[in-house]
């Protein structure tokens, strides 16, 4: 990729000063560049030139792409940060500046065996740092994904380490961002490096399964189409095949079985409109026989990165088992590139909004965890006191719905508890909550909440927060409302027990 053919491939995307603004960056940077070179023994220019080419196929703005182009100046070359700010403004400046600070720490963390263990966590408390722009970690996020198409010229030492930091904490990364394809992508190339021979041996694998059940798959596609169109329904069918890590994933919990994983492939279907999606379910069931507990409506509750699609398995008459996948156009763009997509070069509005700091309201309101590091981020920026706990935000961890006997949805990391349940409804319902009920049945205090149940507080007007609580909270939000409320209890129960011991002197023949 040279500066011509990637000034072409930006070209109908930006405007014409836009795109001198890019050549001119493109020009300070290969000069910055000129005497180092890749491992590949490649020009070091063509790094910084791939990175810039992946954000504009991601769709990303201006600035982002000036800022991938200048990612390295700053960290390895003579270049100075006021000098891209003099250059090419203010914005583009803390772009590049929140890409240096994350490799900065990264390379600060030496010893192998060490940091391992920890990276996790210090890199998330390092993207909350810098990430009061999202756009510093998509542009990250371009930075590794090149990085791991050239991961083969690295020792073997330097690959693994690379690879396992990729499935750590850059695939889930991408997937908290919404960023499917990138996760994908990020994982394959991961676990090809982790675990050569398996990975090849479950690539063989799918390969000989598929086989199989294309032609027989082809069958049902053709089928469901004529269907489609007798609805008079405009609709999209593709295939789409499960990726050698998620199968890897997907083997591992159901005993190395390939036979008992129903996704292997998938027909997707694309409309127009939200409604078609629900109208192409109910023509689905009444074609098939649909298979119970494998609906799931992703539209109606979206997973927490912003996910939406109806996923149902059906059981077709020549009795094969096909997952279908139900989405609109403008879910499958989500579903795809995330929340790069809000970063849209026609949508220049969005990043302004974005950088004056009101993107919270341009950002998909279920994306929670964006809400919590911005918290975080605002107290960091007024030097208040932030307390371990907080820096914990649940970046990396799966999450589930739970509703109340009401059908209100709360949603929670997995493993979360009842009390980290009730406290999220309200602190003053947890704070006097005597037992549990979960669809139904008395449930245990330190049993874990699973996804879809139904979660009943039982409180009791005189029960109160108890010390061995702290083991039966894992949230951080139910652990700061039960400090708050043991606190308070902690002075009520003196006052209580003075009293008691005040009024037992006084009346000593009464209990
Ligand atoms: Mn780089």
Not at 65 to 89: P, R, W, Y
Request: net charge positive.
């Amino acid at each position: 990729m040279d500066k011509s053919q990637l000034l072409v491939r930006a070209k109908p995307y930006y405007k014409p000063n836009q795109l001198l603004e890019l050549e001119h960056a493109i020009d300070v940077a290969t000069v910055a560049h000129a005497h180092q070179k890749r491992k590949s023994g490649e020009p070091y220019i063509n790094h910084p030139m791939a990175v810039a080419d992946i954000l504009v196929s991601w769709g990303m703005d201006i600035d982002s792409v000036i800022a991938g182009i200048l990612h390295d100046t700053v960290e390895d070359t003579e270049i100075s940060l006021d000098q891209i700010e003099n250059l090419f403004g203010h914005d583009v400046a803390f772009l590049v500046d929140g890409v240096t600070k994350v490799s900065q720490a990264r390379a600060g963390m030496q010893n192998l065996e060490n940091y391992l263990p920890r990276t996790k966590d210090n890199l998330s408390k390092l993207l909350i740092a810098v990430g009061q722009d999202i756009r510093v970690i998509i542009i990250k996020l371009a930075d590794r994904l090149h990085n791991m198409s050239t991961l083969q010229y690295m020792s073997r030492e330097k690959q693994l380490k690379i690879a396992r930091e990729t499935l750590e904490v850059f695939a889930p990364m991408a997937d908290r961002l919404g960023m499917g394809r990138v996760r994908v992508e990020l994982e394959e190339l991961a676990f090809s490096y982790l675990n050569p021979p398996e990975y090849k041996r479950l690539k063989g694998l799918l390969k000989k399964k598929l086989g199989k059940s294309t032609r027989k798959l082809g069958e049902v596609k053709l089928e469901v189409e004529a269907e489609l169109k007798k609805y008079g329904l405009k609709a999209e069918v593709n295939g789409r095949v499960k990726s050698v890590y998620s199968l890897f994933k997907k083997l591992a919990k159901v005993s190395g079985e390939i036979d008992n994983i129903y996704d292997l492939m998938a027909l997707r279907i694309i409309v127009d409109k939200k409604e078609d999606c629900y109208l192409v379910l109910g023509i689905l069931h009444d074609l098939y026989q649909p298979m119970i507990n494998r609906i799931k409506d992703y539209i109606a509750i979206p997973k927490p990165n912003g996910y939406q699609s109806l996923h149902t398995t059906v059981i077709t008459r020549n009795k094969q088992i096909v997952e279908f996948q139900i989405r609109t156009y403008d879910m499958h763009e989500f579903a795809e590139r995330g929340l790069a997509a809000s970063f849209h070069y026609n949508e220049q509005k969005t990043t302004k909004g974005y950088t004056e700091k009101r993107h919270s309201s341009t950002l998909p309101s279920n994306m929670q965890w964006i809400t919590q590091m911005q918290e975080v981020v605002t107290k960091l920026k007024n030097d208040e006191e932030i307390s371990p706990d907080q820096l914990n935000v649940d970046l990396f961890g799966n999450r589930i719905f739970v509703h109340s006997p009401k059908g209100d949805i709360y949603n929670l990391p997995e493993g979360a508890l009842p009390l980290d349940f009730a406290y999220l409804v309200h602190s003053d319902i947890a704070k006097h909550a005597y037992s549990f009920r979960v669809n139904g049945m008395i449930h245990p205090f330190d049993k874990p909440l699973q996804n879809g149940d139904i979660v009943e507080v039982i409180t009791r007007k005189l029960s109160l927060p108890k010390q061995d609580w702290k083991d039966l909270v894992t949230t951080t939000h139910a652990r700061n409302k039960l400090r708050t409320q043991l606190g308070q209890h902690d002075i009520s129960s003196i006052y209580n027990s003075v009293k008691n011991i005040i009024y037992t002197k006084a009346n000593p023949r009464k209990k």
